[in-house]
């Protein structure tokens, strides 16, 4: 994880974002190039609606606290969240798709 926190905080440095998320308020503007790293634990999957509920810890480059929220993800990397487990993921630049879970 030190490299994710390394490349986060990069990240944070190097850009300006324009994404605003719900849940996170007005200071989540972020100009984040390429993907985003996070750990958390996955609470909920919805197949349906495809979309994955984490509870993620802080990640710096998107200036988001530790929070619970639902990211949208393509069928495989729903196929692979288990309610429950613990992960480490990444988000795309904007942070409103999970891109993949491990
Ligand atoms: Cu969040």
Redesign the pocket.
Known sequence: MKFALALAAALAVAAPAAAQ?E??GATAASAVTGTVQGTGTVKAVNPKAGTVT?H?GP?AA?K??????TFKAAPDVVKAAKSGKAVTFTLNAA?DQLLSLR
Request: proline share 7%.
């Open positions: 998320h849940g996170h984490l993620h990640i998107l988001w606290p530790a929070m619970t929220m942070g």
